[in-house]
């Protein structure tokens, strides 16, 4: 009996949005734009902090680097002028490797040589936009990057300058597609290299990809690419994470007796640790979550206001046909119940618009910039509870005001 009564309250409330087609439209919108962009933020916000994670497993783990520049870039004004920090040399990185001598520790020296190659086969060619890397036997742990198939760089490839590559997934399927390219050659710049090993896909990060590019010996590269401006990067892995902080402390101290840096003056390159990234990209969701949830809260409240204003205005339409049920029998929990049940399907309708359009804003986004995108099912759940919530405080007091209408009275109504 209660579940034919539910059933014909549901029909009942169907029939009534019919009749109030566009305010019902227009307020299903009003809370969709809420729900929205909470959805949308929120999964934008997931999105970027998956590519960030996913940054901070590509560098490796206890890992810091010593680069150029440090990568926070403060905005100066126009009186200031940017400090330059001068290139780290070939010779500052060899002879960091030289006298850097912290136990537990491996230095990985590269460089890139160009963002721009043409890498062929003997039939085959790629588009000039592959990234070419110089780099030591510790890159790859250092980087944190897997090997998929034969093996990366050892000892005597780098020091007997071995004319041998690794090169990213996206090369494998452009130059051999189903062959095993292990043991083939490739051309870079004319030079020949055989090919000891290909990576796993990584992907592309902020706009670029990472499984488009060939790492050969650094002494190979160098005599490749000879300008005298190339910066070259070090990176430090420590194996045991407790010592991290002072293997960091030592090579800052060694890296500032090469640069002649005295005591007083400040460092003239930067230092970046592997969960740096991390915790940045923590301190930015925090705040892109609150301007999410002040967003969608300003814009639901709207929206609860104008559910609430339709309900009302509803009743009072609708007050001589709350009078006729009553005369039949109709109880006023049954009024009640019926009324609620308008204002539940009118914002759950909202809620399904604004989850479908704020999926579709956050995958969207993770488009355009190259962010890694999982739906948002963290968002999708709170979405579904504030449209319950809306339909409770939006519904409740018309329910109530419906269900108390006088059946003498609201039949006197015209």
């Known amino acids: 009996m209660k579940i034919s009564l539910f059933k014909e309250n549901v029909k009942i409330a169907l029939g009534s949005i019919k009749g109030q087609l566009l305010r019902t439209i227009l307020t299903v919108i009003i809370i969709g734009i809420g729900i929205m962009a909470l959805v949308g933020i929120l999964s934008g916000v997931g999105a970027l902090e998956n590519t960030i994670a996913g940054n901070f497993s590509s560098m490796g783990a206890n890992t810091f680097n010593i680069q150029r520049y440090e990568f926070r870039t403060q905005r100066q004004s126009g009186r200031e002028r940017q400090k330059v920090n001068p290139v780290i ?3 500052n990185v060899k002879d960091f490797e030289e006298k850097y001598d912290f136990p537990f520790t491996k230095t990985s020296i590269s460089f890139t040589g160009t963002f721009a190659a043409e890498v062929k086969t003997d039939d085959k060619k790629t588009d000039p936009e592959v990234r070419v890397l110089g780099a030591n036997e510790h890159f790859l742990e250092n980087s944190g990057l897997e090997i998929e198939d034969g093996r990366g760089f050892n000892v005597f490839d780098v020091t007997n300058n071995n004319s041998v590559c690794v090169i990213g997934a996206d090369l494998v399927k452009a130059l051999f597609k ?3 390219p292990i043991g083939k050659e490739i051309s870079v710049r004319g030079s020949k290299f055989k090919v000891i090993g290909h990576l796993k896909a990584k992907g592309a990060t902020f706009g670029n990809n990472e499984d488009l590019r060939v790492i050969i010996p650094i002494q190979k590269a160098r005599s490749i690419f000879t300008s005298p401006f190339i910066n070259y990067a070090l990176s430090i892995k420590v194996d045991k994470k407790d010592m991290l902080e ?3 402390d030592d090579a ?3 890296f500032r007796n090469i640069r002649g840096l005295n005591p007083i003056e400040e460092n003239n390159f930067g230092i970046e640790r592997s969960d740096d990234l991390l915790n940045r990209g923590a301190d930015i969701s ?3 979550y609150l301007a999410a949830w ?6 639901i409240f709207g929206s609860t206001i104008a559910l609430m204003n339709i309900m009302l205005v509803s009743v009072s339409e609708r007050t001589r ?3 006729v049920r009553k005369a039949l029998g109709a109880k006023s929990r049954t009024i009640a119940v019926q009324f609620f049940m308008e204002t539940l399907t009118i914002s759950v309708m909202g809620a399904a618009l604004g989850i479908f359009l704020g999926v579709l804003i956050g995958w969207g986004l993770s488009s355009v910039f190259d962010l890694i995108f999982t739906f948002p099912f963290f968002a999708m759940t709170w979405a579904i509870i504030i449209s319950f919530i809306v339909a409770i405080i939006s519904g409740v007091y018309p329910a109530s005001k419906a269900s108390k209408l006088d059946p003498v009275e609201s039949l006197r109504y015209e």
């Open 89 to 91: 040399t070939y010779r």
């Open 178 to 180: 189903d062959e095993n």
């Open 246 to 248: 002072g293997a960091q």
């Open 252 to 254: 800052i101290q060694t």
């Open 286 to 288: 925090e705040y892109l």
């Open 294 to 299: 002040i967003i969608s809260i300003v814009t």
């Open 321 to 323: 046909e709350i009078g």
